[in-house]
């Protein structure tokens, strides 16, 4: 049985900071590519930032910049480094990973709110 953990979500103040983690346990294999999307109220989910196996990374462009993905040396979590945040960035945060099966596996959501 594969979990992800989100932790580190929060209410914070415009141009603040918050660090998101993920913890996969489970028997995942090898990870292909993790990643980060937000669903804000009443809109749809949308991706945030993904970094790959060699460590590659993409991101939206609301958030180039500012945000920043990372894996852990324990290579089962992954960090979203967020900076100068803004009202905008509210919403339900979640880490996806996706195995070189291409099963993909979702957390539930840490919630983030940036109050201006």
């Known amino acids: 049985q594969v979990q992800l953990v989100e932790s580190g979500g929060g209410l914070v103040q415009a141009g603040g900071s918050l660090r998101l983690s993920c913890v996969a346990s489970?028997?995942?294999?090898?990870?292909?590519?993790a990643g980060w999307h937000r669903q804000a109220p009443g809109k749809q989910r949308e991706l945030v930032a993904t970094i790959t196996g060699s460590g590659s990374t993409n991101y939206a462009e609301s958030v180039k910049g500012r945000f920043t993905i990372s894996r852990g040396n324990a290579k089962n979590t992954v960090y979203l480094q967020m900076n100068n945040l803004k009202p905008e960035d509210t919403a339900d945060y979640y880490c996806n990973l996706i195995n070189t099966f291409g099963i993909t596996y979702w957390g539930k959501g840490t919630l983030v709110t940036v109050s201006s």
């Open positions: 489970g028997s995942i294999f090898s990870i292909n590519r």
